[in-house]
């Protein structure tokens, strides 16, 4: 049966039998992370009430991101990066399962969630890089970008999955039964990546270094405007205007006056919004710069009509559409950094998107919180929306200085 006939171009990358079980297996996964996050983020709201408690937990979860990316990256092009995954994603069941277990006996304290929220971020800083590199030894250059737009659309409808039974799970049996939720579903990821039949990459040689590797990532995000300018707008964009994880909960509560079944909603409908963009993009089947910089553009947009809001229905419905423009950028800067990389650059390229969209969180988390502290939400989502409106913009001009004709261009 040839799968990448049920919907033409949109689902070509699942005629690949390990995709078909990467798939699946982070289909459960994913959903599960998103159930965690609600919980965690939710719980340390319940026990501290404070904003920057809420951007400290983001703080900690990405602080080993920024230190750490970059050397998972260099170390995923030396090993078996199958190898490499089931290793972080049975920590990350390890992190689960004891936050269950302190939350189920009514023990837990914010500084436990900071300490295992450390842990989580060690792990997925070493993961990410080796999940991206593998997706492409999987599928190959032709798939890559159908591929990437189709996990960005597993991420993301994991996004409305996991945050709406998050929201119920913690509203009707509390956050440690989302958290065991959590732990067993890295059982059915482990057990798909076993059974993949993927052959591991001859290794890089020895005596190049893990700082050496580091290096060379740096000169290829520095050695072409396109690359450039593909980096830079996901590091500020990321940094400065997507710090949905600690906006939405205080959106809920605070500017909405609403509990943790409506924080569940509006993250989910953000979801649904962001499912609809990597459908497109998966249909594109192309790495495209003006899909990339368009989508900051309408990011930074869609934000600044969401400041005033105070409407349940309006927020929902500019949050869908936030959704969309955030999957063009996000998803359009994996393809254009993965397919512009030789291949002995996959996993750093990987790594490279990683540390832009992650890297600035720590920093961006607290300054949500804080925008939130001294001017509400409003504030805190009109300062983004500046943010990524200028971003685009300069993305844009530096372009067409290479090229006045020609913002958009197409991966080697």
Excluded: K
């Amino acid at each position: 049966m040839r799968l990448g006939r049920l919907g033409g171009r949109t689902f070509a990358s699942l005629r690949h039998r390990d995709y078909r079980l990467y798939f699946a297996g982070n289909a459960v996964s994913f959903i599960g992370v998103w159930m965690q996050q609600i919980a965690a983020y939710w719980l340390v709201l319940d026990l501290t009430d404070s904003p920057v408690a809420v951007g400290m937990l983001a703080l900690v979860q990405t602080v080993p991101v920024t230190v750490l990316s970059l050397v998972g990256g260099a170390v995923a092009d030396r090993v078996d990066v199958r190898r490499m995954l089931i290793a972080c994603e049975t920590l990350l069941a390890l992190v689960a399962a004891a936050m269950a277990a302190l939350a189920l006996s009514g023990s837990i304290t914010v500084w436990q969630l900071y300490c295992l929220g450390f842990a989580q971020g060690v792990a997925i800083a070493l993961s990410a890089p080796a999940r991206h590199a593998l997706v492409f030894r999987i599928v190959g250059r032709p798939d890559l970008p159908n591929a990437v737009a189709l996990s960005s659309g597993l991420g993301t409808t994991a996004r409305v999955v996991g945050p709406a039974l998050g929201g119920l799970v913690v509203a009707a049996a509390g956050p440690g039964i989302a958290f065991g939720l959590n732990a067993a579903s890295y059982g059915v990821s482990i057990g798909a990546m076993l059974a993949m039949h993927v052959r591991p990459r001859p290794s890089a040689p020895a005596s190049n270094s893990i700082l050496a590797g580091i290096g060379e990532t740096f000169r290829f995000a520095f050695g072409s405007r396109r690359v450039t300018v593909a980096f830079l707008t996901v590091l500020l964009v990321s940094t400065f205007a997507f710090n949905f994880d600690v906006l939405l909960p205080l959106l809920a509560r605070r500017t909405l006056d609403e509990g943790a079944e409506v924080f569940g909603l509006v993250a989910a409908v953000f979801g649904a919004g962001a499912l609809c963009g990597s459908l497109i993009l998966a249909t594109t089947g192309r790495a495209r710069m003006a899909l990339l910089l368009g989508g900051a553009g309408g990011f930074g947009t869609f934000q600044l009509l969401l400041a005033p809001q105070t409407s349940l229905v309006v927020v929902c419905a500019l949050l869908f559409g936030a959704g969309v423009f955030y999957i063009l950028w996000g998803a359009s800067t994996l393809a254009v950094l993965q397919l512009a990389a030789p291949e002995h650059l996959r996993a750093r390229a990987a790594s490279l998107y990683f540390f832009g969209f992650m890297g600035g969180a720590p920093l961006g988390g607290l300054i949500a919180g804080s925008l939130v502290s001294l001017g509400g939400t409003r504030l805190a989502f009109a300062s983004a929306g500046v943010v990524a409106l200028t971003v685009a913009a300069a993305g844009v001009l530096a372009l067409l200085r290479t090229s006045p004709r020609r913002v958009e261009a197409h991966a080697p």
